[in-house]
């Protein structure tokens, strides 16, 4: 039972332009979203978070939208960097101190 | 503090043998939680500590698998008879009180 859904496995975006990440949930008492960077070799990294009170979070070149109604959520790279290539892992929790459900994650290459 | 640390980074193991991780955490964390990540999937949830207290453990976490946090700092976690299918990435992850926790590099293990 995945509760926490990526279905695009890969996305090929170039550098300077916008790289839109999405995510879904089927738990409805998850209230709150983590994204977390991967490279190989690596642990995953975290980049953003967002509570179930707000819809949108920014933090620099990212910014995580939540839309609870369709159990959704995105992850937005403005602008999109070489660098960020590596694959991108939505979690999410219930209450701010618990343990993460992962989804099964996306490959992002940025292309020069 | 340089982080999570994990050792070994990685293990091969023979069918049937019993092996050991460790996981150091960020010294003033005092959760610690222990993930498995097999290929193409995101991390999976096994057990959390707070301090030395194992609050959870998932029903992923078999019989064979042993998990302790003897002090409330380091932790271990050990793999009895070992099996070709608990082959993996083992992630040790540490936070304080907050969703986002942060992961060591992990411990690869190949059972053969």
């Known amino acids: 039972d995945q509760q926490v859904k990526q279905n695009s496995p890969s996305l090929s975006v170039q550098e300077g332009r916008i790289s839109i990440l999405n995510c879904d949930y089927t738990?409805?008492?998850?209230?709150?979203f983590l994204w977390y960077k991967k490279y190989p070799a690596e642990g995953p990294t975290f980049l953003i978070s967002i509570s179930s009170i707000k819809d949108k979070n920014e933090d620099g070149r990212f910014t995580v939208f939540l839309n609870k109604s369709a159990k959704h959520l995105s992850l937005h790279i403005v602008p999109s960097q070489p660098g960020d290539s590596a694959v991108y892992f939505c979690a999410a929790s219930i209450g701010t101190a618990s343990k993460l459900t992962f989804g099964t994650g996306t490959r992002l290459q940025v292309t020069l | 503090d340089t982080g999570v640390s994990q050792n070994p980074r990685h293990k091969i193991t023979k069918r049937g043998q019993n092996v050991t991780f460790r996981c150091d955490p960020i010294s003033e964390h005092n959760r610690l939680y222990w993930y498995r990540q097999t290929l193409g999937q995101g991390p999976e949830f096994l057990t959390y500590f707070q301090n030395e207290a194992q609050l959870e453990k998932s029903r992923l976490l078999s019989d064979r698998f042993s998990a302790e946090r003897p002090k409330g700092s380091f932790s271990t976690l050990e793999i009895q008879r070992t099996e070709q299918g608990d082959s993996a990435m083992y992630l040790c992850?540490?936070?304080?009180?907050?969703?986002?926790?942060?992961f060591g590099q992990g411990t690869r293990l190949t059972v053969v």
């Open positions: 992850a540490s936070s304080l009180d907050i969703a986002e926790a942060f």
């Open positions: 738990n409805s008492m998850f209230d709150y």
